[in-house]
């Protein structure tokens, strides 16, 4: 999803966490309700992304993620990779984002994808698939507490997503089906702080990983 992102940002995104691959477990879990779960999950190198699978207390999923300023945004699903992970870095006073994009389908190649606000208060879409073939759309924000509820428009397909800010990041996991959503792990050795938003919610869980 976008045409062109800053060397930068590219340099950010295809960093190495070889370090953190391999199994963890959850320290600590909590779900939007502040009900407490426990599990497991494995991170992996692919491409330029990150394989991310969880067994917990509260269900399975697998996940996608793709690397930023020392934290691992992941978009997470239900159901043979019908997910995916949308970064973006905001500039411009908020007005335009650069996006990198993935899906849990796409081997770990990645699209990329710029957003500018319009009149009407929501964003027009540029962007490029892996393959480098252009595509245009429509995208909506709606803020709904902690979070924001998203829907994509984009060459006669409809996307729906949930996202937050991270600093200067907006972070959108994407999905097909009911159950999808958005992870954030802060790096730091063999820890992690995470937090996470699931589709429709408004409300955020926790989840806090060691190796």
Same mark, same amino acid.
């Given at each position: 999803m976008k045409t062109l992102v800053s060397i930068v940002f590219i340099l950010m995104l295809t960093g190495t966490i070889a370090a953190q691959t391999g199994a963890w477990k959850i320290e600590e879990g909590k779900l939007p309700n502040g009900k407490s779960y426990t599990g497991n999950l494995t991170i992996k190198a692919v491409g330029k992304a990150y394989d991310v699978d969880w067994v917990t207390s509260a269900g399975s999923y697998g996940g996608i993620g793709l690397l930023a300023d020392g934290k691992l945004f992941v978009g997470y699903g239900i159901g043979g990779g019908d997910y995916g992970i949308v970064v973006y870095k905001a500039n411009t006073a908020g007005k335009t984002f650069e996006g990198v994009w993935t899906t849990g389908k796409m081997n770990g190649s990645t699209g990329t994808e710029v957003i500018a606000k319009n009149n009407e208060g929501n964003f027009?879409?540029? +962007?490029? &698939? @892996? &393959? +480098?073939? @252009?595509y245009k759309g429509k995208l909506m924000l709606q803020k709904t507490g902690d979070t924001y509820q998203v829907q994509w428009n984009v060459g006669g397909a409809t996307y729906n997503g949930v996202g937050f800010m991270s600093g200067d990041y907006l972070i959108i996991g994407y999905g097909f089906g009911q159950a999808f959503g958005t992870v954030e792990y802060h790096l730091i050795g063999g820890k992690a702080r995470g937090r996470w938003a699931m589709g429709g919610g408004s409300a955020m869980g926790t989840e806090n990983i060691t190796r």
């Open positions: 027009d879409v540029v +962007g490029k &698939n @892996p &393959n +480098g073939a @252009p």
